[in-house]
């Protein structure tokens, strides 16, 4: 038997740890970007005692390796009292550290915005949350898409470090495989094909995102 008849005869260990893939990077990359819009509200928002910690946080966590921060939270937060699944770890560890790049991606656009868009919301009587769902947060995804993109792929190849704090997606299929039938090569050429499909899927995504803000009017964002 060749080492590719190996590989799929036990084809259900690819699309289980696929599957957990995509759970992974879609839960995560939602709320992170949920994280990051509130984050950039806050900041712009009426609670200016909430900006400096904001800051640190952001500044915090871009400085700060991702495998270390799994690392931290799997396995040095039950020395403080708190144990978690490695899955809860890892998802926690993806949307705290993505949703700080989020936030910072979308408070960079939103620098750059007139505050005549925002003094004439008020003047049409938009609240400020109002304001930031409806006139804000549309043009900042918009003229961020390629960012966000660039953003979510990096999300997707960090869910691979995971395979650390033993959470089974496709990193840790291919390495089973590769450790019990001693075909490493094989195995991970099919795990890079299948993140080429999610990051095809993404790229396919975001150009759909512009197509949408064109037909909307936003050709230049």
Not at 43 to 55: D, F, I, M
Not at 83 to 93: K, L, N, Q, V, Y
Not at 100 to 118: D, K
Request: with cysteine.
């Amino acid at each position: 038997m060749s080492n590719w008849e190996i590989l799929w005869s036990s084809y259900d260990v690819f699309l289980s740890g696929f599957y957990n893939t995509l759970k992974l990077f879609g839960l995560s990359a939602a709320l992170a970007f949920l994280m990051g819009s509130a984050v950039v509200f806050l900041l712009e928002g009426s609670r200016p005692r909430l900006k400096v910690p904001l800051r640190i946080f952001i500044d915090g966590m871009r400085m700060l390796p991702f495998l270390i921060l799994a690392y931290l939270l799997y396995y040095g937060l039950p020395s403080a009292g708190i144990r978690m699944s490695a899955w809860t770890a890892g998802i926690i560890a993806l949307v705290i550290y993505h949703g700080a790049y989020f936030a910072e991606i979308l408070r960079g656009c939103r620098a750059t915005f007139a505050q005549g868009q925002v003094e004439a919301a008020i003047a049409q009587g938009f609240s400020q949350p109002q304001m930031f769902m409806r006139i804000i947060l549309p043009q900042l995804i918009l003229k961020t898409r390629g960012l966000l993109g660039n953003q979510l792929i990096i999300l997707l190849k960090d869910t691979a470090f995971l395979v650390i704090i033993t959470v089974r997606e496709l990193t840790a299929a291919a390495s089973s495989l590769s450790s019990t039938y001693f075909i490493p090569m094989e195995a991970f050429i099919v795990v890079i094909g299948f993140y080429w499909l999610i990051s095809i899927g993404l790229e396919l995504f975001i150009k759909m995102i512009g197509r949408f803000g064109a037909k909307r009017g936003f050709e230049n964002a």
